[in-house]
């Protein structure tokens, strides 16, 4: 790497990259201690709205093309690492100031790892954490997927946040009246 690289790095929002590491790992390290100690689809009962409960999503979100023949297992890890690839390429380009839409996108690209590792090496992600209420239960997930959420909330708030006043209709910026 020469200097104005490591300029432009030091200067970029890719200072953030460690939080996407920190997210993998935390990833990686309960997707292995739920693997280990929970019974596959045994619901183990935490409170009264929140089960600890193994699952294998060989889909997408809430398990969208879970039935398919296999083939979606490279097809989604290629889509995924290709959002990444972008998203690293947004946060090198991004000023470090950005510190709300960096902190998105590391979010995410942590995330988006944690699922890809599985995705490759498993097959499937190790999902979960299971809410419920009153018989009705949320989609079970893990720490790479609340990473993602938490990020792409993020990004929508940080798109209200700076988005610049539109200039009234008919009247030019450069004009004084």
């Not at 890719?14 to 920190?22: C, F, I, K, P, R």
């Not at 950005?98 to 998105?104: C, D, E, F, R, S």
Request: hydrophobic letters at 50%; glycine letters at 8%.
């Amino acid at each position: 790497m020469n200097a104005k690289q490591s300029v432009i790095i030091k200067q970029s929002g890719w200072m953030l990259l460690w939080v996407s590491a920190v997210v993998l790992v935390l990833d990686q390290l309960t997707k292995y201690l739920a693997s280990s100690q929970l019974e596959l689809y045994v619901p183990n009962k935490i409170t009264g709205f929140f089960n600890l409960t193994l699952m294998h999503n060989e889909g997408v979100a809430f398990s969208i093309l879970a039935d398919q023949s296999g083939w979606q297992r490279y097809f989604i890890a290629v889509v995924a690492s290709a959002i990444v690839i972008w998203l690293l390429y947004w946060l090198y380009h991004n000023s470090k100031t950005m510190k709300l839409q960096n902190t998105a996108l590391v979010l995410v690209i942590g995330g988006a790892l944690g699922n890809i590792w599985d995705r490759i090496y498993l097959g499937y992600v190790v999902d979960f954490v299971e809410l419920h209420y009153g018989g009705y239960y949320w989609p079970a997930f893990n720490v790479a997927d609340s990473a993602i959420c938490i990020g792409a909330v993020l990004l929508i708030i940080d798109a209200f946040k700076n988005k610049e006043p539109q200039i009234e209709k008919g009247k030019d910026e450069n004009s004084t009246g």
